[in-house]
């Protein structure tokens, strides 16, 4: 294929019918949708980092995540906490909760936290 999207991964030509994930402006197949250190297929809604406009490293877990990270943080200019990773299950209920009620209660915030399972300061966020 001359012309038409191509793959930011492997340069191939996309066709209609693939299957594809978007980071940014560029457009992947799924199977270059990959963690360069890992080579683990990258999903919907997954945090990760993107280098070289077309390579990503994706994001560890808090259990897994070693003493380099925080290395990796001090090189910046602001210290901050881990980022949360909200997956789909997640998202769906903050939304219901968050489109009936704009501006929810602490005492609902604390429910939400309770179902969802995230800190209390994400909820707020």
């Known amino acids: 294929r001359c012309f038409g999207t ?18 940014r402006s560029k457009v992947f197949h799924l199977n270059c949708f ?9 999903s919907t809604g997954e945090e990760l980092y993107i280098i070289d406009e077309n390579k990503f490293v994706a994001n560890v877990s808090d259990k ?16 901050r ?9 997640q998202l769906e209920t903050l939304k219901a909760a968050f489109a009936a009620t704009p501006k929810p209660t602490r005492h609902i915030r604390e429910q939400l936290a309770q179902e969802t399972g995230l800190n209390m300061r994400v909820i707020q966020v």
């Open 6 to 23: 191509k793959c930011a991964g492997c340069a191939q030509g996309i066709s209609p019918s693939d299957l594809v994930r978007r980071a």
């Open 64 to 79: 897994e995540t070693g003493s380099n990270e925080n290395d990796d943080q001090n090189l910046g200019a602001k210290r």
């Open 34 to 42: 990959t963690c360069m250190m890992c080579n683990k297929q990258l």
């Open 81 to 89: 906490g881990p980022r949360t990773t909200i997956k789909a299950k």
